[in-house]
């Protein structure tokens, strides 16, 4: 079962590392998620006889490698084990590779893998995707959770439990398709949270991810731009322990250089930052003071650039406010920040009495 997640856990990172990296990754622009327009792409025609799920993989690798698909093997690979009930081709078994497709299961293939020929993201085709231990459903222009992200869970959900047997509340700012806050109230049984979107797409995800995993006892969800009503924020949400979030944190100049499936499907507001990639982290962390418990922290995913602007300037702007450490990402990365808000003299005084 441990390889079977390991392998499971490699094939996702290898389709995903298209998406991943933004800094790294170039393609250029071509259209954004709400023009009309769609790349026209020839594509083979469906066939009139019948086809093996291994032929069929065949065949859309190369039209895909001839487009310039991105991940093309894995991406053909991926859609048609979506099409027979499985995470992977490799836990297919051999004997239904080689079986012919039902007409229906053919027009299907061809009606998604034509998706993935426009770049339409692997993961809005299949309308789906794993997190951590999660199936979380995806449309666009949600937001698409990467692989970074589960480290960032990763690294809440260590400090969460070595606090055990008390009661926690988390705050998301940024919930998208609801990926952090449902990951961690699965982890963590007596854990409440908050999620906030700018965006009433990824507001009805993550409600619709939420009940579908029977989470929706301990999850509040808000239509709140933290940018806009700073004051929502802080009357909803006050004493966490855990504000948590992976805000759009690209420089604004690094937008045109997107990958196109990045750039033309993903909501743009989740991904630019602005000049310097940190409008909106400047925002959490100065809101933060009034919104965590003593002792609460602050978890943010960001640019490797960032950590060490993001340490100057709550130096400098944030008094209650404790820079605690970077943490790299798998890649080696300083992809992770991590705050503490100080105790108040009250609270000293507490301790010491």
């Known amino acids: 079962m441990m390889m079977q997640r390991r392998c499971l856990t490699m094939w996702r990172r290898s389709l995903s590392a298209g998406y991943r ?3 790294c990754r170039r393609g250029g622009p071509k259209g954004i998620w709400s023009s009309p327009a769609v790349r026209a792409c020839s594509m083979p025609a469906c066939p009139a006889g019948r086809i093996t799920a291994l032929e069929a993989i065949d065949l859309w690798k190369r039209c895909f490698e001839k487009r310039g698909v991105a991940e093309p093997e894995h991406s053909s690979q991926y859609i048609i084990a979506h099409l027979l009930g499985a995470k992977t081709i490799e836990s297919v078994e051999q004997e239904r590779l080689t079986e012919f497709l039902s007409q229906e299961q053919t027009e299907q293939v061809w009606k998604l893998c034509s998706k993935r020929l426009s770049s339409m993201p692997v993961q809005y085709v299949i309308e789906e995707w794993d997190f951590r231990d999660l ?3 995806m449309r666009p222009p949600v937001f698409i959770p990467r692989p970074e992200t589960e480290e960032l869970v990763e690294l809440v ?16 700012v940024g919930c998208g398709s609801g990926a952090i806050s449902l990951s961690l109230l699965k982890s ?15 507001v009805d995800l993550t409600t619709e991810n939420m009940f579908r995993l029977g989470l929706q006892d301990r999850l509040q969800i808000h239509h709140i731009d933290v940018m806009k009503d700073a004051q929502s924020v802080l009357s909803l949400c006050s004493s966490v322990s855990a504000l948590v979030s992976n805000p759009p944190y690209l420089f604004s100049e690094d937008m045109a250089s997107l990958q196109p499936d990045i750039f033309r499907f993903e909501d743009h507001a989740a ?9 909106v982290i400047k925002q959490i962390l100065t809101l933060a003071p009034q919104i965590l418990s003593s002792e609460g922290r602050v978890y943010l995913e960001v640019d490797p650039r960032h950590p060490p602007l993001i340490r ?5 702007n944030v008094e209650e406010l404790q820079y605690v450490e970077t943490r790299h ?5 300083p992809r992770f920040c991590i705050l503490q808000k100080e105790k108040s003299n009250k609270d000293h005084e507490l301790d010491l009495n």
Request: charged share 25%; net charge negative.
């Open 21 to 23: 990296c933004f800094e």
């Open 135 to 137: 199936t979380l459903k």
């Open 157 to 172: 959900l260590a400090d969460l439990q070595m606090k055990s047997g008390t009661q926690h509340t988390c705050l998301e």
């Open 188 to 202: 963590v049984p007596q854990l409440k949270a908050f999620a906030l979107d700018q965006s009433q797409e990824a």
């Open 271 to 279: 991904l630019d930052g602005g000049t310097d990639g940190l409008n």
């Open 312 to 316: 100057r300037w709550v130096e400098v």
């Open 329 to 333: 990402d798998i890649s080696g990365r």
